[in-house]
């Protein structure tokens, strides 16, 4: 029996190297970051529907 392995190489996303890379202040900061827009953006398309629901 013989195993096939691949030889492709795998390539690192931006992210993955930051989640690699990073500080854990540096996390921490881009991390608040991305969840302030999250819900700011959460709360437009909120308000929004409700506008349209009255």
């Not at 392995?5 to 690192?12: A, E, F, G, I, L």
């Not at 930051?18 to 909120?46: D, G, H, L, P, W």
């Amino acid at each position: 029996m013989s195993t096939n392995v691949s030889k492709n190489k795998v390539t690192t996303s931006k992210l993955s190297a930051f989640v690699m890379n990073a500080s854990s202040a540096e996390k921490e900061r881009v991390y608040a970051e991305v969840i302030k827009k999250a819900t700011e953006s959460q709360n437009k398309v909120i308000s929004e529907a409700k506008s349209i629901a009255m």
